[in-house]
Structures are given as structure tokens and as C-alpha cells.
């Protein structure tokens, strides 16, 4: 059997710099020898058909994401543990607004066999009070966490807090339910999958924390910071940054199908970049500045938005099971991280979505260790070419060996009709 193999194509964007363009950041992927899906991570009864309680929702079709959000559940077992079993402490200190400020104990690396066991038992309880729903319109790519009213004693004596109400966005529902319309699309679905995984592991510690603190807590708006290293009290981020390696996947760049795939000769209907943002994200703070559910940052922020570069290669390799059963168990969640190994900078977004390039400037320095700014702009790992670095990562455990990527320099523009 062939190893997936991956060769990026640089392309450019309409009414973007022509800089910009050039600079190869704009990366989509021919890949070749991807294995079919055949994903059997055992699912959570968190996940359960009955905790679905729309008729006519897909089930089948959201059993790929929910068999995912199962693995990134049990990858995020610390974070679970330190919510659900330790629980906060009150800091005495408030926030700018007069917000009491409390914190959980960091999640710490490797849990006892039975911090663990505990661990999942309170998990079990917390389910007993959740439920999941599609709502909102065709827009709604997003997701979103309503506590329930108040607290009845159902969760059980160790969860002193009430259950919570999911709902998956209708727009991010379709998307994943649209993705098996090409059967042949591995590449759509699993990257709609991981997405819809990700979204829900989010939800599930706003659920968490909802189930494990006092309802009086969610009157008065206390604030919960994830351990001192958290640097923004969004714990849905904040888990996602500890998953992944400091950044979260996100769908800055949409509208762009850029994805082939070399074994069908087709092109994937995935229609937006697989891109990260390095967190804490000034964008993300600037997004929810207005909002109710305010975000409280410490120690201060990045000047700009840094969005890295993602392979669909590395979305598809947890979907290997192999990854779970044999390579998680050894690194743990360094097998999730993501490479970071070309990214750019963007002007905060704030109101209007558009993305504005920092293009290049004259110094090159940026304020994250290891990584310098090229001439067009482009953050490189220091010392590093854009194919060492791919080999590196497949001498570093991981499953597949990671094709070279090609030489970006010259931006090939695809006909977009
Ligand atoms: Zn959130």
C-alpha cells in the first residue's frame, strides 16, 4: 500500500495583494494513496442517538464526527478531570468589570488509572443532563452552549451544577451531512468530521463547566480561567489550544475548493482552507467583545492574527485507528499538533470578516520563538525549508511519510468560473 502523499499548489485570491498571492500561503493539496475511510473509535454514550432528539436528524451521517469527538473526548481527559473531579478555586480577584475570577489546576499531562475511571464515571453523570439539538438557519456554521435553568439534582451528588443544551448549527450540520453526497470524497468528509468534532468538544467543557460549578455562579457571571497557563477565559478555545498545539483549527479562508484528489482524479467539494489560528487570538477577542458572553484576556495579546497552514494529511491521520491504538497511547495529544510550519499574519478582524495580509516588513522578527518572516510576508520556522521540515514530522512517530511539498514561489491561480 502506497502512504498518503500530499503535493501542495500555491494559488492566488481575487482582490488580494498580489504579494500576497505569491507568497505560497495560499496552499491547496493534491493527495494521493488516502485510505478509506473506516473509522471504529468506540463512541461515548455522550454521543448516543437518544441525545439527539430531532427525528429527523441523520444520525448515520454524524457517526464519523461523533466517533472523533469520542477520541478527542478521551484525548481530553485532563482537561474533563480538572472541570468535572478537582473544580475551580476563587481567586480573589475580579475582572476590570467586577467579575469574580476563579481557576481550575491546569489539566495535567498523565492521570492515575483512577483519576481516570473517576474522570469517566462524571462524565457519564454529566451526560444524564445533555442534549443535542440542530438549530439556527443554513448560515449557522457555528455552535452553541445554553445551560439549563436550574440546578434539579439530576446530575447526581458530585456534579453541583445543572445540564446543558447543544446546538449544532443548522449550516454546520449540513455540512457535514452534504459531505457524503460524493461518497468518493474522503477528503470532505473527514475534514467536515473533524471540524464538527472539534465544535462539539468545545461545547462539551462550557458543558462541563456548567455541570460542575453552582448555578449562582452563572448569575453572577463568575469567570473561569483553565489552569494559569489559560490565557483567555473561553475554555472552549482554550481546549482546543491544548489539543492542538497553542492554535485551533479554523475556517478563515472559505469559498475555495482546492483539494484534489490524484487516486478518484476529482476535486473535493471541501470548500474553504485548512487553516489554524495561533491562540490567544486577537480576532477571536475582537468577535466577542460585543457579545454577552464576553472574553477576558490576561496577559496581553498579539498585535495580529497569525493563521498557520494545515494539511489535509494530518486531519486524515486521525482517522487511522492505528493513531488512537498505538501512536496516542505513547506521545499522547502531540500526536494532534498541529505543524506550524508556514503561516501569515492578518490585521485584526472586527465586524466585517475580510482578511487584510501584514505583508512584509523590514526587520522580519516576529515575537514567536523559532519562526522568522520571509520577504513576502510568510512566517518560516528559523533555519528550517518548508520540505525539512514535512520530513521531520514523519520522523517524529508519525504514521505516514509526508510528501515534499513543491516549491510554492510561483502562484498558480485556478479558474474559479
Ligand atoms: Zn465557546
Known amino acids: 500500500m502506497t502512504c498518503p502523499q500530499s503535493t501542495a499548489h500555491s494559488f492566488g485570491l481575487g482582490g488580494m495583494p498580489a504579494q500576497f498571492n505569491s507568497s505560497g500561503f495560499l496552499q491547496g493539496e493534491a493527495l494521493s494513496g488516502l485510505v478509506p475511510t473506516n473509522f471504529t473509535f468506540e463512541m461515548h454514550k455522550i454521543f448516543g442517538r437518544d441525545k439527539f432528539s430531532d427525528d429527523d436528524v441523520d444520525y448515520g451521517k454524524l457517526e464519523l464526527s461523533l466517533r472523533m ?21 476563587d481567586t480573589n480577584k475580579m475582572t ?31 451526560a444524564s443532563g445533555i442534549s443535542f439539538y440542530i438549530a439556527g438557519t443554513e448560515e449557522h456554521d457555528i455552535a452553541w452552549c445554553v445551560r439549563l435553568l436550574a440546578n434539579d439534582g439530576s446530575l447526581g451528588p458530585d456534579l453541583k451544577g445543572s445540564g446543558s443544551t447543544i446546538n449544532i448549527g443548522k449550516g454546520l450540520y449540513d455540512s457535514v451531512v452534504k459531505s457524503f453526497d460524493d461518497e468518493t470524497d474522503i477528503i470532505n468528509q473527514q475534514a467536515s468530521a473533524f471540524n464538527l468534532a472539534t465544535t462539539l468538544i468545545h461545547e462539551l467543557t462550557h458543558a462541563a463547566i456548567n455541570a460542575s460549578t453552582p448555578y449562582f455562579h452563572s448569575i453572577c457571571s463568575v469567570q473561569y480561567y483553565l489552569g494559569e497557563s489559560a490565557c483567555t477565559t473561553e475554555v472552549g478555545f482554550e481546549t482546543e489550544a491544548w489539543l492542538y498545539g497553542g492554535v485551533i483549527p479554523c475556517l478563515a479562508i472559505g469559498g475555495v475548493e482546492e483539494y484534489y484528489n490524484r487516486d478518484t482524479g476529482k476535486w473535493s467539494h471541501l470548500n474553504h482552507l485548512l487553516t489554524a489560528t495561533e491562540y490567544p487570538c486577537p480576532t477571536r477577542t475582537a468577535l466577542y467583545a460585543n457579545h454577552p458572553i464576553k472574553l477576558y484576556v490576561r496577559r496581553g495579546m498579539k498585535p495580529t492574527e497569525i493563521i498557520w497552514n494545515v494539511s489535509f494529511l494530518h486531519i486524515h491521520q486521525l482517522f487511522q485507528d492505528e493513531l488512537w491504538t498505538d501512536f496516542f497511547p505513547h506521545y499522547g495529544r502531540k500526536v494532534l499538533r498541529f505543524a506550524k510550519a508556514t503561516g501569515f499574519r492578518f490585521l485584526v478582524r472586527s465586524g466585517k470578516n475580510e482578511l487584510t495580509p501584514v505583508l512584509w516588513d523590514t526587520d522580519g522578527v516576529i515575537d514567536l520563538p523559532g519562526h522568522y518572516v520571509d520577504k513576502t510576508g510568510m512566517i518560516r520556522k528559523q533555519g528550517d525549508q518548508v520540505a525539512e521540515e514535512e520530513e521531520k514530522k514523519g520522523a517524529g512517530g508519525l504514521m505516514f511519510r509526508v510528501g515534499k511539498l513543491k516549491d510554492s514561489a510561483l502562484a498558480r491561480v485556478f479558474g474559479k468560473g
Open 69 to 89: 469527538a469520542s477520541a478527542l473526548l478521551m484525548a481530553a481527559i485532563p482537561i474533563f478531570h480538572t472541570i468535572l473531579v478537582v473544580g475551580p478555586k
Open 96 to 126: 476590570d468589570d467586577g467579575k469574580p475570577i476563579y481557576q481550575f489546576p491546569d489539566p495535567v499531562e498523565v492521570l492515575s488509572a483512577d483519576e481516570v475511571y473517576t474522570t469517566w464515571r462524571r462524565l457519564d453523570q454529566m
